[in-house]
């Protein structure tokens, strides 16, 4: 769709639900994803000083995202507040993850049918999360990753005991690698 479009499609959404209309938008295409990440609160902020009058009286965000950082949704509706009196959110097709935080920061929720929330996966990335081996970039740990480690130590390998899970653990939180300096005795 071309620019234009877009353009005209979020003028006639400002004129039916008497608001004004900010889109965030990050691919949801297999193979050619973006998340929301750290630099959208700037941009987000840039967008939202454009706006003619501040605060709005009512701000919707035109959202479709598979999610991204966590900890971007409670800074970008923080800032959506500090522009308008009322905050909804529009769900044309998708809101997972970090969409959907953003979501449930808001007033209203207005969404398609065929519109879906959820899953919310926290994930952890920092300087010290393992390097995808052919790209190179961070890949982030999740809640769901730590989870089904503790469950395979225990299920599989047989590791009940506390103090011994505690270990298996503290070799998690370390990242050493099993077989670098670390070695796991499974007895």
């Known amino acids: 769709m071309a620019f234009e479009q877009r353009v005209s499609l979020l003028k006639r959404i400002e004129e039916i639900r008497g608001s004004s209309v900010v ?18 609160v700037r941009i987000m902020f840039d967008h939202l000083l454009l706006l003619p009058v501040r605060p709005v009286e009512k701000l919707d ?4 995202s598979n999610g991204g950082d966590g900890t971007v949704p409670w800074r970008l509706v923080a800032l959506f507040r500090e522009f308008a009196n009322s905050l909804s959110v529009l769900v044309p097709y ?3 993850s970090a969409a959907t935080l953003l979501a449930l920061g808001a007033d209203e929720i207005v969404m398609h049918p065929f519109a879906e929330l959820g899953p919310i996966d926290p994930t952890v990335s920092s300087d010290f999360n393992p390097l995808e081996t052919n790209t190179g970039r961070r890949l982030g740990i999740s809640v769901e990753d730590v989870s089904a480690y503790i ?13 011994e899970l505690v270990k298996t653990i503290e070799i998690l939180a370390q990242g050493s690698p099993i077989g670098s300096d670390v070695v796991m005795i499974v007895g």
């Open 94 to 96: 998708r809101a997972y």
């Open 61 to 64: 965000v035109f959202i479709c």
């Open 151 to 163: 469950n395979f130590i225990k299920s599989t390998v047989g590791i009940t005991h506390e103090d």
């Open 23 to 40: 889109g965030l938008l990050t691919s949801v295409r297999q193979g050619v994803g973006s998340q929301i990440a750290q630099d959208f």
